[in-house]
């Protein structure tokens, strides 16, 4: 049997306010993911987000908008070393010289396809295009895949949906769960969902923004976790910023996945 992951994106308190309260909140979120993880990966996951509040340095505050109750990925992060499974300690995270963290799983093809089979009713289907394409150019420029659009079964099939959609992550309405994709591999893996009952925009910095969000699924879609360097795409709580682009820290992770020597 064929396990894929699944993120999502999910709306949790900011990181500042965590209390005792809200910590057993996020307990509770963990304990609703896809995946089943242990008490100890919990435990990591909470020192993670007090390590990821003290290493906010490179992108500039004034190009991220973030608000309370900011959305983020519920998927529990686990940090892990590039080269093996391995999940590291707490004192490795903290001294670890880098923050992506890869899946084991990538593309092993020339050419990946992708296909929207479900548009949102919120935006034209070209100005949704458009942000999934950017999404695309964004990454494929780092890694030796040719990206094809198809109309037939494509590899990366991008779909927006509501409530229960025929998968084992249902969406939840407005709020919370904004988006969930699968690793690389058959069937479901690669796919990218999209929840239909959010405000899906493009570039104002209202409700959802989609070329954010796809950045970060295309990057899951593609191989990669979550990253602990709060400036990354791959960083699980969402933030908007008028200058989409990927970090040092997205661009050496995608390396890592698809076995590019670095330039350093």
């Not at 896809?34 to 990966?41: A, C, H, I, L, Q």
């Not at 923050?99 to 009713?121: I, N």
């Not at 069937?187 to 070329?211: C, F, Q, Y």
Request: charged content about 20%.
């Amino acid at each position: 049997m064929i396990l894929f992951a699944v993120y999502t994106f999910l709306l949790i308190g900011p990181s500042s306010s965590m209390t005792a309260g809200s910590s057993q909140g996020l307990m509770s979120v963990l304990l609703r993911s896809v995946y089943t993880d242990s008490k100890e990966t919990i435990q990591l996951f909470e020192h993670v987000r007090g390590t990821m509040k003290s290493r906010q340095t490179t992108r500039p505050e004034s190009r991220i908008k973030s608000t309370p109750g900011t959305p983020r990925c519920g998927r529990p992060d686990k940090k892990l070393l590039p080269s093996r499974n391995k999940v590291l300690d707490k004192q490795q995270v903290a001294n670890a010289p880098y923050g992506y963290s890869v899946s084991g799983r990538r593309w092993r093809k020339q050419t990946v396809t992708w296909k929207v089979s479900a548009w949102s009713k919120h935006l034209p289907e070209k100005d949704q295009i458009l942000a999934l394409e950017k999404a695309i150019h964004l990454w494929g420029k780092h890694i030796p895949l040719k990206f094809q659009q198809t109309s037939g079964d494509a590899d990366i099939d991008i779909s927006f949906a509501s409530s229960d959609h025929g998968d084992i992550a249902p969406f939840d309405g407005p709020g919370n769960i904004l988006a969930h994709a699968y690793l690389p591999g058959r069937g479901v893996g690669g796919d990218i969902h999209l929840d239909e009952d959010e405000s899906w925009t493009v570039g104002t910095g209202e409700g959802s923004d989609l070329p954010t969000v796809a950045l970060h699924e295309f990057g899951h879609a593609l191989g990669l976790e979550h990253s602990l360097d709060p400036t990354s795409v791959m960083a699980p709580q969402y933030q908007y910023t008028n200058n989409l682009s990927l970090s040092d820290d997205d661009i050496e992770g995608i390396r890592v996945v698809y076995r590019i020597r670095s330039k350093c």
